[in-house]
Nanobody
Framework: QVQLVESGGGLVQAGGSLRLSCVVSGRTASIAAMGWFRQAPGKERDFVAGINWSGTAAYYADSVKGRFTISSVNAKNTVYLQMNSLKPEDTAVYSC??????????????????WGQGTQVTVSS
């Protein structure tokens, strides 16, 4: 089991940028991949981006491809989500999650288990 703590959310105007961080503690050896998800009010939680723990392969939802970048720094046990060209429809609570070994590739939305508490991102028009 791992503990995940997100930070970096806030209020930004459309077209602006934010960088979210997810600090991981606990059994990091049990991590195969990390993912970012988001949930807007009244909507289901959606996959945003995923990356294997070595940081060599990243995957994105079509809605954020070309605007968001996921990265991991193992030495810091931290996963980042750089969000550029933000749009009002990006407004949501963003959460990071862990995928243990044997639970499928990072882009597969199932298999993520431990979750952070989330950080609010609000994009004004």
């Amino acid at each position: 089991q791992v503990q995940l703590v997100e930070s970096g959310g806030g209020l930004v105007q459309a077209g602006g940028s934010l960088r979210l961080s997810c600090v991981v503690s606990g059994r990091t050896a049990s991590i195969a991949a990390m993912g970012w998800f988001r949930q807007a009010p009244g909507k289901e939680r959606d996959f945003v981006a995923g990356i294997n723990w070595s940081g060599t392969a990243a995957y994105y939802a079509d809605s954020v491809k070309g605007r968001f970048t996921i990265s991991s720094v193992n030495a810091k046990n931290t996963v980042y989500l750089q969000m550029n060209s933000l749009k009002p429809e990006d407004t949501a609570v963003y959460s990071c999650a862990r995928k243990p070994p044997g639970s499928g590739p990072p882009y597969q939305q199932t298999g993520y288990d431990d979750w952070g508490q989330g950080t609010q991102v609000t994009v004004s028009s």
